[in-house]
């Protein structure tokens, strides 16, 4: 008997009336893989940093823009309007920051019951409005929807034009982490009678704190 | 009027609904073709465009229509009708039926480039800009599907229309949406039919218009029959009757004053 | 494969026109889509040409399908990640249970996908005696009202705010929830904390995908409720369950496809949760699931590949031939009798369980044309509805009377001479039996026409009677 696999694959082949492919094609596949086809992306035709703001406001992100020498400061900012005590979770790669002593702050991977999360981020899409961030030890993927609350700190040079850049810092990072999450905002859903509301699984808020280069802050 | 020597040859193709309910329809289409500086006929050995048949399935039935329609239109300049859903048929779908027909496929698309709406061949291929004709009316547009989608038939009747003295236009919510009518489909399937022209009217009736415009038959039939069954005062005219200055008569479902 | 009702459809209809409920809901969440839908296309110059971009996508990758999939489970293979094969619904749903027997599942998380659906996973499951959670809201209530989908991506569409709010006071007493909630932020907060639970309890995670990416083995989805990110992070193992059509060669290919998905479907220019997922959890990893799988199901998908309906396999499944279309509007996605509804519905349903039990659903279009004009692929939907009936004349499965009444119509029409005489009869008749009042309000065979609208009565004579006197006229 032949396998489900070889049997859906023969169909496959019958179906587009041929036989294997071609070792030509193969090659001109093999390339089109390797080599992706850059397609016209979106006009962005802004600034970068005030488009981001725009589209993750535009879905209720929160953005504050601040420089590397008051990163707490807005962190207490974000809990402060959502009226949060300091008591965080934060990914791992965070923990060489001057976290104020009075803080009741740890690190590792959510356990479920956390209000706050604090994570860093792989890169950030003005396009969308988008964080990327990606799985590993430094930054626990439950730390993005466990929590209610995720805070996101995005450092300028991480902040990308269109999808398509990820893409490319992606595949220059080597192996795929096991998890890429493109987040745009708090979670919602609009399943009762097609009216949004926020905190359907996810958190409930978005905030993400843009630290600016010095450059950008002159 | 465009700069032929001769003027073009218009074979006229009247329409299966217009050739039995509504006759004003195709006088009106002759006037503003002749108007248009076009030498118009309407040959004898018409009858339907093969639609219902091709929306039915039946394919082999079609191409005999098809071919019989091809013949007798061929040997004109242009296949003009005042429906886009007849002129859809022939000027999109009938090279689906001879897919595996070569030689026929040639003649049919040799033919299929010179099939026009109404509308469209008067305003893209003869230039015409205005009328001379009035209609004292606020009058609501809407869009049948087939020359909406298959030919692009939105703003030509509308331009035509605007040139129309005492007209005025008043566009309703969803226009571009289904009336319900489908040919066959507001036979097999009444209620659903029922439901879509209820919401049509309702449309309609919320754009204040007093009248009702449309360049397909079927669907102003269907849209009158539903006016006229709710007690509805909008009168339901087809473009061409107003752009003719014919619409002095009782319109589509109105009574007969004689 | 889920039973299917689509016979019931003439018979169903009358109910769902009458339902007032379904009729506020359905106009409600149609005007919703559309101008979402017209809003963000308006702000994406060049949409068309994107589309057309997509429409290239699918076929290029669909005419290199084996390629495409050859790679594909390579590359998640080498992620770590197992790659399962699945010809029909029944191969599925078996390699599904065992994978969930091996892991001693007791519980079941479930992320949105219509594959899911369309394979009945959810009853094999629990006739196994392992309890699923479907945790998209709209699948959630649906789950608990114990009803199916009625649109692919809003599956409660259907359902009333009051009659979710009755819904979950009768279901989630059991979980101490006593109190009974109107508003939906509160309904949505505590379905938020009944599935919270689920989420940490379950020990496999079900969900559907997107895109499959050739590239890199990538599995993406599009959420905005995170339900899916949950659902494939917390649980021990992972199981995607996708159509083999979902393949798509690298991620920029994905990235146009998505560009389409999130405006055709809900208006949004990206939504707010877009994953990839890559394999299990690597070594170092805090969290992930310790095994991932794929089950590629192939289901009709073949054959659809090479026969005249390939073009139906390009659908990324975003809704909006069915925000769009008059027909589901009035009558909802219930009576379509299977798992999906409107126009793509119409054109899967029958390939999927024949003509024989789904023959109403090609024919109950207008062929207005107003899905293909939104479809993201530009699928020729009309078209393709249009070959099915085409099907079904040949193979004599369209009813006798429309038969008869359409070789009566096509004779005629074949015969000039005489089809002239029967016109003017006809005109002569109608005109006599509409009297005075210029309209008919029956008439003998069109009943389904009379009985909603009236005829207009003819005006006495055909044109061609007409003309024939006119141009005498002329020429004289």
């Not at chain 3, 895109?211 to 599009?222: D, K, P, W």
């Not at chain 3, 021990?236 to 996708?242: L, N, P």
């Not at chain 3, 949004?268 to 799988?293: C, I, K, M, V």
């Given at each position: 008997m032949t396998s489900a696999r070889e049997d859906i694959l023969d169909r496959v082949r019958t179906a587009l009336g041929r036989d294997r492919i071609s070792s030509d094609t193969r090659t001109k596949l093999d390339r089109r893989l390797s080599d992706p086809p850059s397609y016209e992306r979106p006009g962005l035709g802004e600034d970068r940093v005030h488009l981001f703001a725009t589209r993750l406001t535009a879905v209720r992100g929160g953005f504050r823009k601040t420089d590397s020498g008051h990163v707490m400061e807005s962190i207490a900012d974000c809990l402060d309007r959502h009226g949060l005590e300091r008591a965080i979770i934060a990914a791992p790669a965070l923990e060489h920051l001057s976290w104020p002593a009075d803080w009741n702050v740890s690190f590792g991977a959510s356990r479920g019951d956390d209000r706050v999360s604090v994570t860093p981020c792989f890169a950030a899409v003005a396009e969308t409005g988008s964080v990327v961030l990606l799985s590993g030890p430094d930054s626990p993927t439950s730390l993005n929807f466990l929590p209610e609350y995720h805070i996101v700190l995005v450092r300028a040079e991480q902040l990308l034009d269109h999808v398509e850049d990820v893409w490319e810092k992606l595949r220059s990072t080597g192996a795929p982490a096991r998890t890429v999450n493109f987040i745009t905002g708090p979670s919602k859903t609009a399943d009762i009678e097609q009216t949004i509301q926020y905190g359907a699984h996810g958190p409930r808020s978005l905030d993400v704190v843009y630290i600016s280069t010095l450059q950008e802050c002159l | 009027m465009s700069d032929h020597a001769k003027p073009p040859r218009v074979g006229l193709f009247v329409t299966c609904l217009v050739d039995l309910f509504r006759p004003n329809i195709g006088f009106a289409s002759i006037k503003l073709l002749e108007q248009a500086g076009c030498e118009v006929d309407v040959p004898a050995q018409q009858t339907c465009c093969g639609q219902p048949a091709f929306n039915s399935g039946d394919y082999d039935a079609t191409r005999r229509i098809a071919k019989q329609v091809i013949e007798v239109f061929e040997k004109y300049d242009y296949a003009v009708g005042p429906s886009g859903s007849c002129m859809a048929t022939m000027r999109a779908h009938y090279r689906d039926l001879f897919e595996d027909d070569p030689p026929w496929l040639e003649r049919v698309d040799r033919f299929g480039e010179r099939v026009y709406e109404l509308l469209s061949f008067l305003t893209d291929v003869m230039g015409v800009a205005r009328v001379d004709a009035g209609f004292a009316a606020t009058a609501t547009y809407h869009d049948s599907c087939s020359g909406l989608r298959e030919l692009g038939v939105k703003q030509q009747p509308r331009r035509l229309l605007e040139s129309v003295s005492g007209f005025r236009l008043q566009e309703m919510d969803d226009s571009e949406v289904c009336c319900g009518f489908g040919g066959t489909f507001c036979v097999k399937y009444p209620e659903i039919s029922a439901r879509m022209v209820t919401d049509k009217i309702a449309a309609i009736e919320a754009s204040g218009a007093d009248t009702l415009i449309g360049g397909d038959l079927g669907c102003l039939m269907n849209m009158g029959g539903r006016l006229s069954r709710l007690g509805k005062p909008v009168k339901v005219y087809h473009t061409a009757e107003i752009l003719a200055d014919m619409a002095g008569g009782p319109a589509i479902g109105e009574v007969d004053a004689e | 494969m889920p039973t299917a009702a689509s016979h019931l459809f003439k018979q169903r209809v009358p109910a769902a026109l009458a339902d007032r409920d379904l009729k506020a809901a359905m106009d409600k969440a149609q005007d919703g889509f559309i101008g979402k839908r017209e809003q963000a296309v308006s702000q994406y110059p060049g949409f068309e040409a994107l589309r057309e971009l997509g429409r290239e996508i699918k076929d290029h990758t669909l005419a290199h399908l084996d390629f495409y999939l050859d790679r594909y489970e390579r590359q998640v293979q080498r992620n770590g990640g197992h790659v399962h094969w699945a010809r029909n619904s029944n191969e599925a749903r078996t390699i599904i249970l065992d994978l969930c027997k091996r892991a001693n599942a007791r519980n079941v998380t479930k992320g949105k996908s219509m594959v899911s659906e369309e394979i009945g996973l959810n009853g094999a499951l629990e006739e196994s005696g392992i309890a699923v959670h479907e945790t998209d809201l709209g699948e959630y209530i649906i789950q608990l009202a114990g009803e199916t989908?009625?649109?692919?991506?809003?599956?409660?569409?259907?359902?009333?705010?009051?009659?979710?709010?009755?819904?979950?006071?009768?279901?989630?007493?059991?979980?101490?929830?006593?109190?009974?909630?109107?508003?939906?932020?509160?309904?949505?907060?505590?379905?938020?904390?009944?599935?919270?639970?689920?989420?940490?309890?379950?020990?496999?995670?079900?969900?559907?995908?997107?895109?499959?990416?050739?590239?890199?083995?990538?599995?993406?989805?599009?959420?905005?409720?995170?339900?899916?990110?949950?659902?494939?992070?917390?649980?021990?193992?992972?199981?995607?369950?996708?159509?083999?059509?979902?393949?798509?060669?690298?991620?920029?290919?994905?990235?146009?496809?998505?560009?389409?998905?999130?405006?055709?479907?809900?208006?949004?220019?990206?939504?707010?949760?877009?994953?990839?997922?890559?394999?299990?959890?690597?070594?170092?990893?805090?969290?992930?699931?310790?095994?991932?799988?794929?089950?590629?199901?192939?289901?009709?998908?073949?054959?659809?590949?090479?026969?005249?309906?390939?073009?139906?396999?390009?659908?990324?499944?975003?809704?909006?031939?069915?925000?769009?279309?008059?027909?589901?509007?009035?009558?909802?996605?219930?009576?379509?009798?299977?798992?999906?509804?409107?126009?793509?519905?119409?054109?899967?349903?029958?390939?999927n369980v024949g003509l024989e039990e789904a023959g109403d659903l090609p024919n109950a279009c207008t062929l207005n044309g107003r899905c293909q004009s939104v479809c993201p692929v530009n699928i020729p939907l009309p078209d393709l509805l249009r070959r099915l009936r085409r099907r079904q004349h040949e193979t004599g499965l369209d009813s006798r009377y429309s038969r008869a009444a359409l070789r009566l119509w096509t004779a005629l029409a074949a015969r000039p001479a005489l089809y002239r005489r029967a016109m003017q009869w006809g005109a002569v008749a109608m005109k006599r039996l509409a009297g005075r009042r210029g309209r008919l309000r029956r008439f003998p065979l069109a009943g389904g026409w009379t009985r909603s609208r009236d005829m207009p009565a003819p005006a006495g004579s055909t044109f061609q009677t007409l003309y024939t006197l006119y141009k005498e006229g002329r020429r004289r």
């Open positions: - | - | 989908p009625s649109h692919i991506i809003a599956p409660a569409l259907h359902k009333t705010k009051a009659q979710v709010s009755d819904l979950f006071h009768a279901k989630h007493q059991r979980y101490g929830f006593h109190q009974r909630l109107t508003e939906a932020p509160a309904l949505v907060n505590e379905a938020r904390q009944v599935l919270r639970r689920r989420y940490l309890d379950a020990e496999v995670g079900i969900t559907g995908a997107n895109f499959l990416i050739a590239e890199n083995g990538s599995n993406m989805i599009v959420t905005n409720e995170g339900n899916g990110d949950l659902t494939r992070t917390m649980a021990k193992v992972h199981i995607v369950t996708a159509g083999i059509e979902k393949l798509v060669p690298t991620l920029e290919d994905a990235t146009v496809l998505l560009r389409l998905l999130t405006r055709s479907a809900t208006g949004q220019e990206f939504s707010a949760y877009t994953t990839l997922s890559n394999g299990p959890r690597r070594e170092e990893d805090p969290d992930g699931p310790d095994e991932y799988h794929v089950v590629l199901v192939d289901n009709v998908r073949t054959e659809m590949l090479g026969n005249e309906f390939r073009s139906m396999l390009r659908c990324i499944r975003c809704g909006a031939c069915m925000n769009h279309c008059p027909v589901y509007g009035a009558v909802g996605g219930h009576v379509y009798g299977w798992v999906y509804p409107g126009p793509m519905g119409s054109v899967l349903t029958p390939l």
